[in-house]
């Protein structure tokens, strides 16, 4: 059993209401009392994603949805905005997914330029755009609404956008953006578990879907909604997480959405005054600073490994190193899922207290 | 929340115990917490599957790896051998994952012949076979040692066995019988909530999913073997259901394997005694009958949803009254997980109480 709290960017801590929410017990999947728990989450989660949309409930991580995004969606090629790990990846799975598909490539740490984004589009190429809103390797939020704005002028094109460390934390109207898919999961801002991925897909998607083969069954689109039709899920569901789902919904509500986004952003601003006052420097330009964590630069060049080994040996606190090739280079602190201006205290004490031990002399 | 207890053939009624397992902290899943955690797992689970393969956790049901092995393993055609809702379903999963697919079909409550198998396999058509063991919807437990004799014959064929409703129920040797892909769900035989699936892949299998395109990310078995070489799984898993896992594994070691068999045999056989002495008949022939849930027929045409209704509503158990096209026709009794001879006298004295109501009369 761990002995630290978990500020990386998820899975993050996971609060002691939400674990016995989890124990309620299980019922038969295909039975009324589970089409009761399905249905009472639906009006808050339509609230939440501000969709009239159906929001599904997939039995797996974000990456299985992304993946079945891209086998329900793409007739003919894929345009991958890539800004970091997980946009990245997108490519990658596109292609093993047997599709056609192309990237749209900026530095870790920088946005996707909506006038690029147009510019590729252009060429008539692609039926299907995947972007990630919030690049929780890179702490960068990329501009959605403008980007919304370019896909606007391209029917033809679905969008699906992964709002795995975004949603909740800030408002992304997906109606009235006219985002088609949005996918998020369960153990970044909304401070569950993982195991659970959750999507809400357009008529415009839908009837593309209608049009692809060898969409499979498991992540099918039009098998989701049949089955959400009925108040069920196609296959076996991870149920305790759809009963913490429904705790989790009510406890949103109970604070306010606006005052949830508002918390998650004096929270970061604590995060970007810590790093500003220790002339720390963040990845992203600060415009595009991802309200949901912070990936700050080891400008300072300190002894980064050792800071956040020792802050979780000595503090009880675990931060993150840097992902993938900016391990060394970057470290991220989450302020996601239920943390407050106390908690947020605390770890940046913690930090100052031993962050001077790790400074290069 | 539910106020009864789940004797329906999965999900089957979960002990707090492991419900207290599952409300062990998460921790991040690339850290090095996580891999104690996933390889502290491994040798109970290999033991447990019998094989020296690699035992892979998947964050889905069990469809997802029946979907995933279908577009891992097929370059030619896959034969689904069909004898209930499940296995019938598999045929309509391939073709749905793109690829050609034939049936070898029986009634639903009847077993797969091997004879007929090795007649059909003679064609040369086919290089996947799929499988249901145990036909939960039937209460049907193929003979599977037969069948794997068959298969021994095939070396172009790759076998892929669903013990959804048998692992851990009789012994299912793995490797001594040459079984390629078994796969099984988390919330049958081992009464973990559901939410995670389990699968074993022999070299021969990863060997055909090298030569195989289009396999995608998220159930890709070469992709699974590369994270369990590092302790990781591919993507985020479902944290609380390994810790549950953990646990449970513990618990079976306990027990002892052997006797837990016993056990589930034991148990199976006073349900047997009750549908005899009530003038009920199981659906398969005797030699048939799966060992860890019943299927009656309604041979004595009793008000069946009456009775089912009225057992969970008074007596708070919930029992299965038929599946699918089954419904009104048969019912079906759990003896999975962890139910004793107390639990299950409990469970047939209950029916004996309420039963005579709901007679032809």
Same mark, same amino acid.
């Given at each position: 059993m761990i002995d630290y709290k978990l500020h990386i960017p998820g899975p993050v801590n996971v609060s002691d209401e939400t674990y016995q929410a989890m124990s309620t017990p299980v019922m038969g999947h295909r039975s009324q009392d589970f089409v009761a728990l399905y249905q009472s989450c639906q009006p808050n989660l339509k609230k939440l994603f501000q969709t009239e949309d159906p929001v599904f409930l997939s039995t797996s991580s974000a990456w299985g949805v992304m993946e079945g995004s891209i086998r329900n969606l793409t007739k003919k090629k894929v345009l991958c905005c890539m800004c970091g790990a997980f946009s990245d990846k997108w490519l990658d799975v596109s292609r093993r997914s047997g599709k056609e598909a192309d990237g749209l490539q900026v530095d870790w740490g920088r946005n996707i330029d909506p006038g690029e984004l147009r510019n590729q589009l252009s060429?008539?190429?692609?039926d299907v755009v995947t972007l990630v809103h919030n690049e929780t390797s890179c702490g960068m939020m990329n501009p959605l609404l403008e980007i919304m704005e370019v896909l606007r002028?391209?029917? &033809?094109v679905i969008s699906v956008i992964d709002t795995v460390s975004s949603f909740s934390v800030v408002p992304i109207p997906k109606d009235d953006w006219g985002i088609d898919v949005i996918l998020t999961g369960?153990? /970044?801002?909304?401070a569950m578990p993982p195991g659970l991925a959750l999507l809400s897909v357009s008529e415009r998607a839908f009837a593309r879907a209608e049009q692809? &083969? !060898?969409? !499979?069954? @498991?992540?099918d689109f039009l098998e989701f909604r049949k089955n959400h039709e009925k108040g069920m899920t196609p296959s076996t569901p991870v149920i305790p997480l759809i009963h913490a789902l429904n705790h989790t919904l009510d406890k949103i509500f109970k604070e306010g959405v606006e005052e949830r986004h508002q918390r998650h952003s004096d929270l970061n601003g604590m995060v970007h005054a810590w790093v500003e006052s220790k002339g720390f420097e963040l990845l992203p330009e600060k415009q595009f600073a991802s309200k949901s964590l912070s990936c700050v630069k080891n400008n300072l060049e300190i002894d980064l490994a050792g800071f956040v080994d020792t802050l979780r040996r000595e503090k009880k606190i675990s931060i993150d190193g840097? @992902?993938? /090739?900016?391990k060394g280079k970057t470290f991220r602190i989450s302020n996601m899922g239920d943390e407050s201006t106390d908690t947020m205290a605390h770890l940046l004490g913690q930090m100052d207290e031993i962050l001077p031990r790790f400074m290069a002399s």
């Open positions: 060429s008539g190429q692609y002028d391209f029917p &033809e369960s153990q /970044k801002a909304l692809v &083969e !060898g969409r !499979g069954y @498991y992540f840097g @992902y993938g /090739k900016m």
